[in-house]
């Protein structure tokens, strides 16, 4: 049997999608679920002869092609995080500290997962480029705004729409060219304040690593400890997001443990952060562990290994699920991307309406807002060489003004962030300054 034309198994994946929305989302407003144009080939561009010259360098400082990049701003890329909002409404309405922890460990883990396969480069914001993104649907409100150019620094707040989370950090993405890699080391804080209970949590991300940027299929990884701490409490979720390891065993694996103040064990957390999260007893999961670890050895005691130097092409794990422990709870599960995401920069269905915009939008947010941005709109719409264009003139507009207020010795102002304290770290951070929501726009840099 086909649907319109498309083969069974096609036709499945496609019922698999829009049933799991039915079920799960009877009531979501529409948002787009494609963009007007597909996503050009980038088969006929050798980023080598870009990179080549770049090795070990910080590469905020290269200027790319546009064909690299997928048609949004780091500003919109960082939105996704809120993609499963639904986590920390779960846990507002939690009364155990250690059913709170683990969905804020659910939601650190579930707000990388939309970088999976996404391998074209956000564009990178203006200084003073700011996104507003409004989900009723999803509960939420998100204001960011690029408050630094060197080094590249991005701002955002979200708040709950009922008053019940407050969701703020900077982040100051770090990227290195390794040769046949590229890194982002995702410098910033992360800051979950859950208002009804007085809780603050804070964490950073995983460092995110793009192989075989040379030849070959590019694959993602996501590696480092993430170390997420309830200032109430004392509590502590330190989570292992694994390397992939020589052999891929490892591949995608996120495991760790929430600890109290004592560092006497909670429960254990594991899963992958392409997929799930699970929670289940210390105990349990050091048992199955201890067993898993002694079938490994066996295996490879039986096979030859001839040769050890690791590739960086991308291996393929033993199995592309997770093994459910008995007794395991799930507490995260990656909700399916669209039918038409390998054609859309593999965007999921949240990205996918992030830079959709209309005349009512139009008229309400501020001038600085990337939806208006020229260069994104026209490579969304297919437009490459418009986009190219587009990009060069904007990058030379900021350089101008730059130089220019270099020579009135006039320093920059951000608008919506001012500089501080993080109430709960002491690190500096960049806080919210407020107002935004009153739709008081005046004098607002002209960078488009």
Known sequence: MCINGKRPQESLKILEYFSYFCFFSPLLPFHRTSLPSPMFSRNDFSIWSILRKCIGMELSKITMPVI?????????????????????HKASSLSSTTERMQCVAAFAVSAVASQWER???PFNPLLGETYELIRDDLGFRLLSEQVSHHPPISAFY????NNDFVFHGSIYPKLKFWGKSVEAEPKGTMTLELLEHNEAYTWTNPTCCVHNIIVGKLWIEQYGNVEITNHKTGEKCVLSFKPCGLFGKELHKVEGYIQDKSKKKLCALYGKWTECL????PATFEA??????????EK??????G???ESDEMPLPDSESVYVIPGSVLLWKITPRPPNSAQMYNFTSFAMALNELDKEMESVIPKTDCRLRPDIRAMENGEIDLASEEKKRLEEKQRTARKNRSKSEEDWKTRWFHQGPNPHTGTQDWLYSGNYWDRNY???PDIY
Do not use: C, W
């Open 300 to 305: 490879k005691s039986s096979k030859q290994v």
């Open 68 to 88: 690299f990049n997928e048609p949004l701003s780091f500003l919109q890329r960082l939105t996704e995080y809120m993609e499963h909002t639904y986590l920390i």
């Open 278 to 281: 699970y929670s289940v007893d």
């Open 442 to 444: 005046f004098n607002l």
């Open 158 to 161: 979200a708040e709950g729409l």
């Open 119 to 121: 391998t074209g480069k």
């Open 288 to 297: 199955y562990k201890k067993n898993d670890k002694k079938n490994t050895e």
């Open 307 to 309: 040769n050890t130097e």
